[in-house]
């Protein structure tokens, strides 16, 4: 069972489409992992593992006539929290929906499902998936394989400790302000936060280009295979955007190198980083020179991004959370409270000025693109810190602005409306991951997916995972 779990996901599909392994394998060698890591991780809280079976017979009895390349056969995956699984609790990490069943699936879990996906598990996040730490008042907290006394970040950090320490293949992610991005760089896998609109959401606020959902995985070409089964246009999104099937997947099977890279330890909007994470970067930053390509230390100008990230922010937490405060205020943590009373503080006049300013900086991303093919920075400003740390509020002596200032990096890129790579990058003295993360043009990820294979290999560290828990005291 174990030799199973530590498969990529691409290899168990293909041992899957052979015969060679059944769906009902596969999920015993999920459900024993997760036995066996999760006293240690608090990862996957919500097992669904009946509802798994029943889908792998009907699977089983009645295959697909023509499934497409990049179908799944039967393949376990973990689904996040605050995504809905028909008849499975569905809490979004939150007391108010602490019993809460979901009646009907997500958009997303439901086009997984119809590409071979078995859901044994939901993931663990914060409350509504606000902050970068993964704990709430219903299941605790979740934490980091690499160092069970760290946090494996958040809002998709169960989701990261569940597949870095071999409890699943792929793993649903949703990344507003760097939740695919930041658990993927504390815990050494690969997650994409793809251009809006690639994978389909059925949002209060439609229009919205900030939240995204997005695939997570152990390496490129499984986060490859599991974006081909989430991308596509649908009718409930006005945004979603047709794909071609089997793109991403060859993509990510023809690592490519770039011929102009820029990188950035700051991107000019993280007062301070500390200096683990800027020897991780700048050591990559080298490799990659090392090997032919131009690489420059520059940045685009992202000047007011994480100002103006927050306002549209503040705007979108007046629908998600504002109907809620007055009946279950006392049920809420501080920071979600926080979150939505500053959005109901700003005037409108405000919103559409930061409207018109993210207009305006990806516009300046696009000219940015013209000159280099990737952009590389840090996913955090520093290392995982211990899971008793709500959030970094001040860093080398350096004040961080409220709970979110230390997730400034991954707050400027998300406004870009770029395609964002989450890439294992190193690791501190002390064996801690560090991550990357690497952006291109908006919707280039099919490019993204092609470089990102080329600098997995370069990097090297995709071999590590999965990876027994390390419980340390």
Known sequence: MNDLCRLSATAAVALLKQGKVSPLEMIDAAAARIAETEPA??????????????????????PPKSPPAHYLYGLPIAVKDNTEVEGVRWTSGSRIYADRIATASDLIVQRLEQNGALVVAKSNLPEFAAGGNTFNEVFGVTRNPWDTRMTPSGSSGGAAAALASGQVWLATGGDFGGSIRTPSSYCSTVGLRPSPGM????????????????????NVADCALMFECEAGAHPLDPLAQPTVSGVYGSAAARPTKPKRVAYSVDLGVAPVVHRDTRAVVEAAAKKIAGDGVIVEE??????????????????????????LLEN????????V??????????????????????????????????????????AVMCPPFPVETRYIAELDGVKLDGYMGWLALTCALSITACPILALPGGFTP??????????????????????????????????????DPVIRN
């Open 430 to 467: 002390s064996g801690l991951p560090v991550g990357l993360q690497v952006a291109g043009p908006l919707r280039s990820e099919e490019k993204l997916f092609s470089y990102g294979a080329y600098l997995e290999q370069l990097l090297g560290h995709a071999e590590r995972l999965p990876i």
């Open 298 to 323: 520059t940045h685009p100008d992202l000047s007011g991004a994480v100002k103006n990230f927050m306002v549209l922010r503040g705007a979108i937490y007046i629908a998600r959370i504002a109907p």
């Open 41 to 62: 991780l608090n990862a996957l809280p919500t097992l669904c593992l009946d509802r798994a079976r029943d889908h792998a017979k009907r699977l089983m009895q009645t």
């Open 199 to 218: 994978v389909p959401r059925a949002n209060k606020q439609p229009f919205s280009a900030l939240s995204v959902e997005g695939p997570m995985a152990r």
């Open 328 to 335: 279950y205020r006392q049920l809420l943590k501080p920071e």
């Open 337 to 378: 409270i926080g979150n939505t009373e500053y959005g109901l503080s700003l005037s409108l006049s405000e919103v559409v000025a930061a409207e018109i300013a993210q207009g305006e900086i990806i516009r300046r991303m696009a000219k940015f693109f013209e000159t280099y093919d990737l952009l590389i920075a840090p």
